[in-house]
């Protein structure tokens, strides 16, 4: 049965270890909560009906050459030949659109006012601006929120 130096020597090893990592605990609390600005966020559901005139294509293809002729936009004739559109007819359709909204919780914000409109690009929404996971490292939403700003971002 091992000694009582050794138990000791176990107990103060634990005890350091244990402050060790409360500290460490407290580091990245402070660390985080540091990194991340105030802020104030509002969803919104916009709904949107839109009308638009579309034109009529006409022609139909019997063949490839029907085709090519359409495309030879460069021949002589094409502004007598050429007639791809048969009418106009207007479709209309409705939409939601979803926004958030953000701006700092400082009443006193340098730029509080102006407001960054963020439009995602193809295949994406509008947590392209503000992911779920690392939001210190990869918020636009943060580091415009920490820059005094407002953001109204939206996917359509």
């Known amino acids: 049965?091992?000694?009582?130096?050794?138990?000791?020597?176990?107990?103060?090893?634990?005890?350091k270890l244990s402050v060790f990592f409360a500290i460490l605990l407290l580091v990245m609390l402070v660390s985080a909560t540091a990194t991340t600005p105030a802020k104030s966020c509002q969803d919104f559901n916009i709904p949107v009906t839109v009308t638009s005139k579309n034109?009529?294509?006409?022609?139909?293809f019997d063949d490839d050459f029907d085709l090519v002729d359409l495309t030879d936009l460069n021949s002589r004739t094409a502004d007598i030949?050429?007639?791809?559109f048969t009418g106009?007819?207007?479709?209309?359709?409705?939409?939601?659109?979803?926004?958030?909204?953000?701006?700092p919780r400082d009443d006193h914000a340098p730029k509080k006012d102006p407001v960054l409109l963020l439009s995602h690009g193809l295949n994406f929404d509008r947590s392209y601006w503000n992911p779920g996971a690392h939001l210190e490292t990869y918020s636009f939403v943060d580091f415009a929120i920490g820059k005094g700003y407002s953001t109204f971002s939206m996917t359509g």
């Open 1 to 15: 049965m091992p000694g009582p130096q050794v138990f000791s020597t176990i107990l103060a090893l634990t005890m």
């Open 55 to 60: 034109y009529i294509f006409g022609p139909r």
């Open 81 to 84: 030949t050429l007639h791809p």
């Open 88 to 103: 106009v007819e207007n479709q209309t359709g409705s939409y939601t659109i979803s926004a958030t909204f953000c701006t």
